[in-house]
């Protein structure tokens, strides 16, 4: 076996970590030290052909190439770009093709044993986190997690790794199992949630830690309309239902912000959710709060959905600029969502008593539109709202989510004043009102006055 050059201790952690993950996705059939530089020209290759060929279960070759640099390396040295051996050996696990899980030889058996050398034969601590530009101090167990290998995590706990150990955006490993399509996404969770109880792990544990962003692990299982993973977070690790983002959501308005992936699931678990939350006796500190949630994200719907797309011209349609055809297009559509007839639009007398009620029209209209806004909304607040007040405002305020967010070294965080002074507007000098009443002034108000204004000349 040829040997290599003589290459600083970073620059052969930074190969040696290259040839990990290499030798993971590959099954073995690459060794570690075949991402070790002989030339500038032509890295080293070599492959364990009678390894590849052999009905043996365990990754010896693998091991053996990476033992021959122990030392004088040390299992905890980090390359040129902060990565630790243990992180890059997770995050090859991560990168591996599921489908190559079958067999003897398989990504996760050479994961195992690369892991099991580290942390055996050269104690390397299973929790050291990465100290790569950008990454956060993430730990390895993160990146396992994520990946969703019920037995690589269980090597890991049984290691010391803490599950509930937070990176620098106080993202937690409970909060990556939901981004995963694998079925093992249920077997993981209940690891974490077990492991915290070992006796091997300590450290601070709860299943509640937020991130950055206020979300906790079952905001995330919300978002991922995952009902396996909800139930287990709300039965076994008692997770609080109640809790709220940073953009004021709550786990009901996650999940009903989520059915247009399917109203299947998202129904299938807002039950569940709901469910809980009666049989907790914790409905009725939330149940306020939800009813208002869904005001406003049905309002922002109809925006979206009805009034938005009616405003647009057609495409058959030449004309530009007509805005009598707009505010039409636009009021038909409004009224047809309140269930109203639009051809009423072609009475002559529209401000006197209408067939459909003792009120006129706009009247009607107006009281229709006004009980579909949340109290919230229709405040002027000269001193600061509620916090429930401020979350109504804010949860369906989506831009929230770019402009309120700002990184510093490669760390995410939230700044409250832009929340607060990007959810409201200046209404004169009286006080702040609601930013989305700019939008429905706009697209109900002003396109309803000119109509009725048109009708009744």
Not at 133 to 147: E, I, K, V
Not at 386 to 398: F, L, P, V
């Amino acid at each position: 076996m040829t040997t290599a050059p003589s290459i600083s201790s970073e620059e052969l952690v930074d190969a040696l970590n290259k040839g990990i993950i290499s030798a993971i996705q590959t099954c073995g059939k690459s060794l570690p030290s075949s991402a070790i530089p002989i030339a500038k020209s032509s890295p080293f290759q070599c492959e364990w052909s009678e390894y590849c060929s052999t009905t043996t279960t365990h990754c010896s070759p693998v091991v053996e190439d990476l033992r021959q640099y122990f030392p004088p390396l040390k299992g905890n040295q980090v390359g040129s770009d902060g990565r630790p051996l243990l992180y890059a050996a997770c995050l090859g696990l991560l990168l591996s093709d599921r489908a190559k899980m079958d067999g003897i030889h398989t990504p996760l058996s050479t994961y195992l044993s690369i892991a099991l050398f580290l942390l055996d034969e050269l104690h390397v601590n299973p929790n050291q986190p990465t100290l790569t530009q950008g990454a956060c101090l993430r730990p390895p167990l993160h990146l396992l997690a994520r990946s969703c290998h019920p037995s690589a995590v269980h090597a890991l706990l049984t290691k010391r790794a803490n599950p509930y150990l937070k990176d620098k955006e106080g993202w937690t490993a409970l909060m990556a199992c939901w981004d995963n399509a694998s079925n093992d996404r249920l077997e993981t969770l209940q690891l974490l949630l077990k492991g915290c109880d070992d006796e091997n792990n300590d450290g601070a544990t709860n299943v509640n830690d937020t991130n950055y962003c206020g979300y906790t692990a079952l905001h995330y299982a919300c978002e991922g309309l995952n009902y396996q993973l909800i139930q287990c977070l709300l039965e076994d690790g008692g997770a609080d239902a109640t809790l709220r983002t940073v953009w004021g959501q709550s786990c009901i308005g996650i999940i009903r912000s989520q059915s247009h992936k399917s109203q299947e699931d998202a129904l299938k678990c807002e039950t569940m959710v709901m469910s809980h939350l009666e049989k907790t006796g914790r409905m009725e500190s939330i149940r306020s709060f939800l009813e208002e949630e869904k005001k406003a994200m049905v309002v922002m719907d109809l925006v979206d959905e009805v009034l938005i797309p009616a405003s647009r011209r057609p495409e058959s349609d030449s004309s530009s600029g007509n805005v009598d055809a707009q505010d039409r297009r636009i009021v038909v559509a409004l009224i047809q969502y309140l269930g109203v007839d639009p051809d009423v639009l072609c009475h002559s007398k529209l401000f006197e008593q209408w067939p459909h009620d003792h009120a006129n029209l706009y009247e009607h209209i107006h009281q229709r539109v006004m009980d579909l806004l949340p109290l919230a909304w229709l405040r002027v607040y000269r001193s600061s709202p509620t916090t429930d007040e401020r979350d109504i405002i804010a949860c369906t305020n989506y831009d929230l989510r770019a402009n309120a967010t700002s990184s510093t070294d490669g760390v995410r965080h939230i700044d409250p004043s832009k929340i607060m002074s990007q959810s409201f507007r200046l209404f004169r000098e009286r006080g702040h009102y609601a930013k989305q009443l700019e939008l429905l002034h706009d697209l109900i108000a002003i396109p309803l006055q000119r109509t009725f204004i048109r009708n009744t000349k």
